[in-house]
T-cell receptor
Framework: GESVGLHLPTLSVQEGDNSIINCAYS??????FIWYKQESGKGPQFIID?????DKRQGQRVTVLLNKTVKHLSLQIAATQPGDSAVYFC????????????FGKGTMLLVSP | ETGVTQSPTHLIKTRGQQVTLRCSSQ?????VSWYQQALGQGPQFIFQ???????GRGNFPPRFSGLQFPNYSSELNVNALELDDSALYLC?????????????FGPGTRLTVT
């Protein structure tokens, strides 16, 4: 089975709203967590990462929160725009001589104008 | 765009055939990973190459093999194609082993096996 999963397969929001995409992970040895955005017909695009010894990291309009107690990861997108519509994946990285990214199934974010 | 390129964009093969997919990594990146993404699923790790050597492999059979060249470009070869091999194949490059979790993906090759 997969060690990274998402609670909501589809999230529909209005333009300008804040979006929150959630993710659960199971491997407490993972050292990095990464969020990717994948638009139709394209490869995943790196959004933001967070190291396992942090609990929050902010980027441009995005914030990732990590709760290691409950093994939960979230991506917050501020002032969501139609261009944010895509599938969002969380991935966990386990470094053991090399890096293995384990992806969940993804959440579809639909932004209405 | 990430600077990672893949060829071809689309490919149709018959069951039992062999296929080679190609990837050029982003400038300065010496680590390349390959992933298989089935429709509606997240990418699944196939293997990783660092300085022309395979240094990690996921749960894929030996008929999935690869190469990395001195310029860090890479190939994925799949022998004896099966219908379940139909998927999007993604290549990702990383700026070295220390930051190998920071992976930048190409657009993928869509393989259809009939």
């Amino acid at each position: 089975g997969e060690s990274v999963g998402l609670h909501l397969p589809t999230l529909s929001v209005q333009e300008g709203d804040n979006s929150i995409i959630n993710c659960a992970y199971s491997n407490s040895a993972s050292d990095y967590f990464i969020w990717y955005k994948q638009e139709s017909g394209k490869g995943p695009q790196f959004i933001i990462d967070i190291r396992s010894n942090m609990d929050k990291r902010q980027g441009q309009r995005v914030t990732v929160l990590l709760n290691k107690t409950v093994k939960h990861l979230s991506l917050q997108i501020a002032a969501t725009q139609p261009g944010d519509s895509a599938v969002y994946f969380c991935a966990e990285n386990l470094s053991s001589g090399y890096s293995t990214l384990t992806f969940g199934k993804g959440t579809m974010l639909l932004v209405s104008p | 765009e990430t600077g990672v390129t893949q060829s071809p964009t689309h490919l149709i093969k018959t069951r039992g055939q062999q296929v080679t997919l190609r990837c050029s990594s982003q400038s300065g990146h010496n680590t390349v990973s390959w992933y298989q993404q089935a429709l509606g699923q997240g990418p699944q790790f196939i293997f990783q190459y660092y300085r022309e050597e395979e240094n990690g492999r996921g749960n894929f059979p030996p008929r999935f093999s690869g190469l990395q060249f001195p310029n860090y470009s890479s190939e994925l070869n799949v022998n004896a194609l099966e219908l379940d091999d139909s998927a999007l194949y993604l290549c990702a490059s990383s700026p070295g082993q220390v930051r190998s979790y920071e992976q930048y993906f190409g657009p993928g090759t869509r393989l259809t096996v009939t």
